[in-house]
């Protein structure tokens, strides 16, 4: 009778443990990267080929060959050379979660919001 309550423990134990794992990170995974300039595919963290056609995230988010990131609601804004956008449309920066900001023309005002 002693077995069942420290199973239970145990159990709970490790379901507590999975629950706060670790999310995937830029490095793990699929998605699209800017390397010196150029929009690169991702494959199992690695870059695989140059972009050459947009791309289309899970979450709508459309990814131009350019590095122009284009949000469901037509936000645009542009990678910068280190960041990895992950198949399911989370940007990530070195690895980490990004803000996503509108990118800036030279006289300061975002390309397009509509």
Do not use: C, Q, W, Y
């Amino acid at each position: 009778m002693k077995f069942f309550p420290l199973s239970a423990r145990i159990v709970g134990a490790i379901l507590m443990l999975l629950a706060f794992a670790p999310e995937l990170t830029a490095g793990e995974g699929d998605g699209v990267t800017m390397r010196n300039g150029l929009m690169m595919m991702m494959k199992h963290g690695k870059a695989a080929m140059p972009m050459d056609e947009p791309v289309t995230m899970t979450n709508g988010t459309v990814v131009a060959a350019d590095g122009t990131i284009t949000l469901k609601g037509g936000r645009e804004f542009r990678m910068h050379n280190g960041e990895v956008m992950t198949m399911d449309g989370h940007l990530m920066k070195g690895g980490a979660p990004a803000d996503m900001e509108p990118v800036a023309s030279p006289l300061g005002t975002p390309i397009r919001n509509r």
